[in-house]
C-alpha cells in the first residue's frame, strides 16, 4: 500500500490531467484558477504539475469516472514508479528534477547539434557528389577529345560512336587511370585487361569496316602496348604511318613502343619526327631526352631536358632525369643541387634521397650519404637499392658488420 501511495506522488502535466477527465486543457487551468481546492496544482518553473493522487480523488468525489479512467491513472502511476524503482535497485541516483528553462535550453541545445550534424552530413553529400561529377565529367571530356583526335574523318553512326565513347569513359574512370589524352591502361588486374581487350576488339571492328582509316590503327596501337604487346603494337603505327606520315601522334606513339623495346636509336629518330610535326609536343621532347640518356649521350640528353623544363617547368621527372644524367657525366656538385631541386618538389621521394646519396658517396662525403640512404629507407622500407648502397658506403668507410647487415637487408627485400 505505501508503494501505491508513493506511486500516487507521481506528477502528471496538464495534457495528461486534461485527458483523463475528458476535459480540455484550458478547463484544467481555469480549474486550478479558481483556488477552492477543486483540483489542486504545483508550479515547477513555468509549468503545472498535479499529483496523481489529487486526480484519483477528484475523479472519486466527483462521481465522474469511469472504469477505464481510474485503470489509466493507475496505469500511468504504476510505469512511472517502476521506473523509479528500478532505478533505485540498479543503484543509479533518481532523476533529479530541472526547471523548464533548464530543460528548454537542453532540448533547443540538443535540437542545434543535431540540425548541424545534418546540416555537416549534407555538405559532404554535395561535396561527394561534386567531386565524382567533376570527374565523371572530366573523363567524358577527355573521351570526347579522344574521339576528335583519333576518329575526325570516320563515320560512325550513333550507336557506333556511344559505344566507343561508353567504353573510353569506363576506362577512364577506373581507379589508377589518367585521364590525359595519352591513354595507357594499367596491366595489374584482369578487369582492366578485359576492358582494353573489349576495346582492342572495338578497334578491329572499325578498321575492319574502313582498312585505311588512320585514328583506327593509331588507337588500335595505344591500347597493345598497353597490353605490353609492343610489336603487334609497332605494326599498327607502322601501317598508320604509311597511310599518313604527318601524324605526329602516330610517331611520337611508335617511338615510344620503340624505347619499350630498348630500340633507342630507332625511338630517337621516331622522337625527333613527332617533334618536327608538333614542336611544342612535351612527351616527344622527354621521350628525345630519355633516349638521349639509354644511349649515353648525357650532354645532348641534358640540353633535351632543358628543352622540356622550358614547357613544363615543375616537372619532377624531368628534374630527377636532369641529375642522373649530371651524375653519369660526374658532375656532381650540379647533380646534388638538382637532387635537392627535386626534393623541393616532393619531399617523400625516396628515389631522390637514394640517388643523392649516391651522388654524396661519389664525392666521399659518406656520412651524408649515409643520412640520405636512411631517408630514403624510412620513405619505403623495402627500397633494396637503398640497402645496397648503403652497404657500399659502410664497405668503404671500413664499416664491414653494419655493411654486411645492409646487403643482408638488401637481399631479402630484393628476393634473391
Known amino acids: 500500500m505505501a508503494d501505491l501511495n508513493s506511486e500516487r506522488e507521481e506528477l502528471l502535466d496538464i495534457a495528461a490531467v486534461a485527458k483523463l477527465l475528458h476535459i480540455s486543457s484550458r478547463t484544467v487551468y481555469r480549474m486550478i484558477a479558481n483556488g477552492n481546492g477543486e483540483l489542486r496544482a504545483i508550479k515547477i518553473g513555468r509549468r503545472w504539475r498535479i499529483r496523481a493522487n489529487e486526480v484519483e480523488n477528484y475523479l472519486r468525489q466527483k462521481n465522474a469516472h469511469s472504469a477505464d479512467d481510474l485503470q489509466r491513472l493507475e496505469q500511468i ?54 567531386i565524382e561529377q567533376k570527374r565523371i565529367d572530366y573523363a567524358l571530356q577527355t573521351a570526347n577529345k579522344m574521339l576528335t583526335m583519333l576518329y575526325p574523318s570516320m563515320n560512325l553512326d550513333g550507336q557506333q560512336k556511344d559505344l566507343l565513347l561508353q567504353a573510353l569513359t569506363q576506362n577512364l574512370l577506373q581507379p589508377g587511370n589518367s585521364a590525359e589524352l595519352q591513354l595507357t591502361f594499367p596491366t595489374t588486374r584482369n578487369g582492366y585487361l578485359q576492358q582494353s581487350a573489349d576495346i582492342l576488339s572495338l578497334y578491329e571492328k572499325i578498321i575492319h ?51 619499350s623495346l630498348r630500340r633507342y636509336e630507332e625511338a630517337l629518330i621516331a622522337y625527333e619526327q613527332g617533334i618536327r610535326l608538333d614542336p611544342d609536343n612535351i612527351h616527344a621532347h622527354k621521350g628525345k631526352a630519355d633516349a638521349l640518356h639509354s644511349l649515353q649521350r648525357y650532354e645532348e640528353a641534358l640540353i633535351a631536358y632543358e ?83 648503403k652497404g657500399d658506403t659502410l664497405t668503404s668507410m671500413g664499416r664491414h658488420n653494419e655493411a654486411l647487415a645492409a646487403y643482408e637487408q638488401a637481399r631479402q627485400q630484393s628476393g634473391s
Open 209 to 259: 569496316l574502313n582498312p585505311n582509316n588512320v585514328p583506327g590503327y593509331l588507337g588500335k596501337g595505344i591500347i597493345l602496348s598497353s597490353l605490353r604487346r609492343h610489336e603487334e603494337a609497332l605494326t599498327a603505327y607502322e601501317q598508320a604511318i604509311r597511310l599518313d606520315p604527318n601524324n605526329a601522334d602516330t610517331h611520337i606513339s611508335k617511338a615510344d613502343v620503340l624505347h
Open 77 to 130: 502511476t504504476k510505469k512511472r514508479g517502476t521506473q523509479r524503482r528500478l532505478k533505485h535497485l540498479s543503484g543509479q541516483r533518481p532523476v533529479e528534477t530541472v526547471s523548464d528553462e533548464q530543460e528548454g535550453e537542453r532540448e533547443r541545445r540538443q535540437a542545434q547539434i543535431d540540425l548541424d550534424l545534418k546540416k555537416q552530413k549534407l555538405e559532404l553529400q554535395e561535396k561527394h557528389l561534386e
Open 307 to 389: 628543352q622540356v623544363l622550358g614547357l613544363d617547368p615543375n616537372n619532377i621527372y624531368i628534374y630527377k632525369s636532369k641529375a642522373d644524367a649530371l651524375h653519369s657525366l660526374r658532375r656532381y656538385e650540379e647533380a646534388l643541387t638538382t637532387y635537392q631541386q627535386v626534393l623541393g618538389l616532393d619531399t617523400g621521394y625516396a628515389y631522390a634521397y637514394k640517388s643523392k646519396g649516391d651522388t654524396l658517396n661519389s664525392m666521399g662525403r659518406y656520412e651524408e650519404a649515409l643520412t640520405a640512404y636512411d631517408q630514403a629507407i624510412r620513405l619505403d622500407a623495402s627500397y633494396a637499392y637503398a640497402y645496397k648502397s
